[in-house]
């Protein structure tokens, strides 16, 4: 299996463009997660899905931010406009949904807003 | 809601033992995971324990689970350099969509 797959790897855009993030979760999973990395506040969850409905969009910083996934294999996450905080490391990560099962993180897309 | 803490750093010597802690404040959790990521990576999942275990060993790795005080460790023997990555503490939400709790990561630092 490749694994999850992020893309793109890096983007450097400008302040108040349009970003898309994309991840292709492992077959056959069922839950897909987003999380944002930065220094100063560590990993923090944005949103997750099950079956292709998002669960717990509580971590969304604003309006601003918005994902989807329309169907088991594809999702992405936009940020419209990009700010300069929104500069970091977004992971995409999936799991068959099981309790106890563990998560498989994508190698992640290095964000950085100028 | 769930709350998981570990340090931020840790300094090591090569060659030496590293543990490195966390604790948690809900035990609902079925199963408890360390994760490593290492520079420029996603996280990986390293070792897990079950959560009716206190001890899992897994060659260089112990994991050690003390329920009552709520806390989890993991000791690393004989670390090496390619052990210096941040490690992540994670628990399950007790829910049922494998959605994980990570604590903030401790950052080893292995000295030659």
């Known amino acids: 299996d490749a694994g999850v797959i992020q893309s793109p790897r890096h983007e450097v855009t400008e302040m108040g463009q349009e970003v898309t993030l994309r991840c292709k979760p492992i077959s056959g999973h069922n839950s897909l997660f987003w999380y944002r990395q930065t220094m100063m506040r560590g990993l923090e969850l944005l949103i997750y899905?099950?079956?292709?409905?998002?669960?717990?969009d509580s971590g969304m910083p604003e309006d601003r931010f918005s994902a989807k996934m329309p169907n088991a294999s594809f999702s992405t996450l936009k940020i419209q406009p990009s700010e300069p905080r929104d500069s970091a490391v977004y992971f995409c990560?999936?799991?068959?949904?099981?309790?106890?099962?563990?998560?498989?993180f994508g190698p992640g897309t290095r964000l950085t807003v100028l | 809601g769930e709350d998981v803490e570990q340090s931020l750093f840790l300094s090591v010597r090569e060659g030496d033992s590293s543990v490195i802690n966390c604790t948690y404040t809900d035990s609902s959790s079925t199963y408890l995971y360390w994760y490593k990521q290492e520079p420029g990576a996603g996280l990986q999942l390293l070792t897990y324990i079950f959560s009716n275990m206190d001890m899992k060993q897994d060659q260089r790795l112990t994991v050690l689970l003390n329920k009552k005080d709520k806390h989890l460790s993991l000791r690393i023997a004989d670390t090496q350099t390619g052990d210096s990555a941040i490690y992540f503490c994670a628990l399950g939400d007790g829910g049922s969509q494998g959605n994980l709790i990570f604590g903030k990561g401790t950052k080893l630092s292995v000295k030659p």
């Open positions: 899905f099950n079956n292709n409905v998002p669960i717990d």
């Open positions: 990560a999936s799991t068959r949904g099981s309790a106890g099962d563990t998560q498989y």
